[in-house]
């Protein structure tokens, strides 16, 4: 059964950071691509950040990049997401999503919600303004 427990959420001002963490109980972590999306109040989930298995390629939305970083240790079993230079409207639950990274293809896109089979929980990130 794979786990994935996000933490780091919380209450930041604008301009802050915070670095959000999601564990993996899974036994071939380093096979897995990973991902972060996040969900806003009334908003449909939207993707953040992948990292692939080898952590060689990463990927980004646009409003995200140059201010978030993604990366991984397989070591750890974690997943990492460093937010910096924050804003109101980055304000979301943050989720952390796995999929076998051969499993994805060019229909199967890292960036798409439906294409992760496991979830975590989510955490909690506010930013006020």
């Known amino acids: 059964q794979v786990q994935l427990v996000e933490s780091g959420g919380g209450l930041v001002q604008t301009g802050g950071s915070l670095r959000l963490s999601c564990a993996a109980s899974?036994?071939?972590?380093?096979?897995?691509?990973m991902g972060w999306f996040r969900q806003a109040p009334g908003k449909e989930r939207e993707f953040v950040a992948a990292?692939?298995?080898?952590?060689?390629?990463?990927d980004y939305r646009d409003s995200v990049k140059g201010r978030f970083t993604i990366s991984r240790d397989n070591a750890k079993n974690t997943v990492y997401l460093q937010m910096n230079s924050l804003k109101p409207e980055d304000t979301a639950v943050y989720y952390c999503?796995?999929?076998?990274?051969?499993?994805?293809?060019?229909?199967?896109?890292?960036?798409?919600?439906?294409?992760?089979?496991?979830w975590g929980q989510g955490t909690q990130v506010t930013v006020s303004s």
């Open positions: 999503a796995a999929v076998l990274d051969v499993r994805l293809t060019s229909s199967r896109y890292y960036g798409r919600a439906g294409s992760y089979d496991y």
């Open positions: 899974i036994r071939t972590f380093s096979s897995y691509a």
């Open positions: 990292i692939r298995w080898s952590a060689a390629t990463t």
